[in-house]
């Protein structure tokens, strides 16, 4: 094992445990583990707990118990299986002094080299008779100040069961807080802004190890756990200094506001647009100083390479694989839709909920631009309906979906169980997935803990494309009236002052040839008329608005709004599918005036 650690860059291992202390003459035997003492005093541990050492010494006889003790802690299992020529292990007891010490003499000049440090959950302090987290939070404090310095990788070492809380990031991140306030010393208002800091650093690290004989790919799973917060930790400081190279930069485009107009005019952002995108620059060009081969690299990623090559190669089946991801995006990544500011504009992979249905924008976003001039390539947008994906997960719909893997299931059984029990599937469910004696036909088929498999957006049909003319959508970046209704009006388009110039040109433009079209002296009800034809099989709530002077002046739509904007990919995908569709052809509605 002692060469899967060097494999691992681990070249250190330090153990802090209480079994480790100084043993004192004062102290009680029962202070020790139960199994030691029972062993050392040939069964007689019951008799013997209240005793003092001195006190067993003297009613005993056995001068040199202290040296058997001492010898015997040190060869506890528990530890016996890091103890090796190619490893430099070292012990230390609940002692701050001890701990800070070895600390501070690791040689951490070779950032290649990694050290494990393995902290028993429950430590008693050598100078109290009483356990408490005192002890193990002043050196766990002690840990994280240190942990880039010194390049150390943590492990919380126990024999108890790991807390539930640790099953998610923020009950993880909310147990740290508590232990760390759990010695009652924080009064002001920065100590628990602090104490917020150190927990929200750790979670990542806090990984619990079960106390074995024998190290397991678990073990070595949790290391790769602590590689990865290390390498995470450093975007903090990529964060800060992209943030402060993009307040440069901004100073420097404030002293020349025409360097923004380009983009605004011609490409279709708004200024926060462009600010973002200079953020992005900036933050890849901080990342690849920050990571590059002179520097941090060989500490951070060089370690969690090298890690991952070796921790994947007990699980290499692709298919297996690739429904674990499936099922972890179905049941964390819910929410598809990217928000999108309404004064934003429409663009390529927005979707747009008309009444209870859902539709993708699919024209291209070259083409969908309004430029300096106040127009676009195009007159008429294209839209495809779509749907979610959405099957609740039962224990029928599990079996249906592992059925074609139950032969590679069997050799993975324990990595596949585990798996699914992270994400909320119950033991009993698991084990009648695996079991080849259950009866397919008393599988379940209730929904599993609110749990759904979610899949991306599909289209309702890759023969249906809708066509309407543009302004009736370019209409949702209006301002809505207190009814969430939008009013495409003269007066509503001059009251947006959040659209882009460009757009307002165009939406003054397009919006008196719609009413000269329609005819402004048109009645009511042919207009209502036209209005129903125009918008045929799109199921949109549209009135009229008159003046006083029965002179048609704009629009009012109700029941249309733009829930948000698909990813790039998600959205290039479903147009994929629509192009490819070569067995009909695409029935497509024009729908405009």
Known sequence: MSDKFKDYGVSTIIAIDDIFNDINEEDKLEKFLPEVIDDLTGGEYERFKDYTILEYIDESGEVDFIDKLKSTLDQIEHYKCFQSENIDFKTIGADYDQVERAINEIDARDKSRKHLILLDRKLQNANKRTSNDEIFVKILKLLHSRLREKNILLLIYTDSSTPPELNSFEGTKEYILRILKSDGKIAEQEDIAEQENIAEQLVLH??????????????????????????????????????????????????????????????????????????????????????????????????????????????????????????????????????????????????????????????????????????RTLSNFQLVEIKEDIEPITEKSLHNKLKDLNKKCEVYNTFTSKSLEKHGIPLSIISNLFDPQSSKRHLGTEQIKELYFKHDFIEESKSKIYSIECIWLDALLLRQNEEGDIILSQENISN??????????????????????????????????????????????????????????????????????????????????????????????????
């Open 206 to 375: 806090f990984n619990y190890v079960k106390k074995t004989e024998e190290l397991t790919e678990d073990f070595f799973e949790n290391i790769l756990k602590s590689q990865k917060a290390n390498y995470i930790s450093e975007y903090k400081n990529i964060f800060e200094e992209s943030y402060s190279k993009l307040t440069e930069r901004l100073w420097q485009l404030n002293q020349n506001q025409v360097l923004f107009y380009y983009d605004y005019i011609n490409e279709g952002q708004h200024v926060d647009n462009i600010i973002y995108e200079t953020f992005l620059t900036k933050f890849k060009q901080v990342y690849s100083d920050t990571f590059n081969e002179v520097n941090n690299h060989k500490e951070l990623i060089n370690p969690i390479r090298r890690s991952m090559q070796r921790s994947v190669q007990s699980i290499q089946d692709g298919e297996i694989l690739r429904f674990l991801k499936d099922l972890d995006l179905a049941t964390t990544f819910n929410d598809r839709l990217i928000k999108i500011s309404s004064s934003t504009d429409i663009s390529f992979g927005d979707v747009i909920k008309i009444g209870t249905k859902k539709f993708l924008l699919i024209s291209q976003g070259c083409d969908i631009t309004i430029r300096d001039d106040g127009n």
């Open 496 to 593: 947006s002052h959040e659209i882009r110039y460009a757009t307002q040109k165009y939406f003054n433009y397009k919006f008196n040839e719609l009413i000269t079209r329609i005819g402004e002296e048109g009645s009511k009800e042919i207009v209502e008329k036209i209005i129903k034809f125009t918008f045929d099989e799109l199921p949109i709530e549209c009135e009229s608005i008159f003046s006083d002077d029965h002179k048609l002046i704009g629009f009012k739509l109700k029941n249309i709004q733009r829930i948000g904007r698909l990813d790039l990919l998600d959205a290039m995908k479903i147009l994929k599918n629509i192009v490819e569709h070569e067995s009909r052809i695409p029935i497509t509605h024009i729908l405009s005036i």
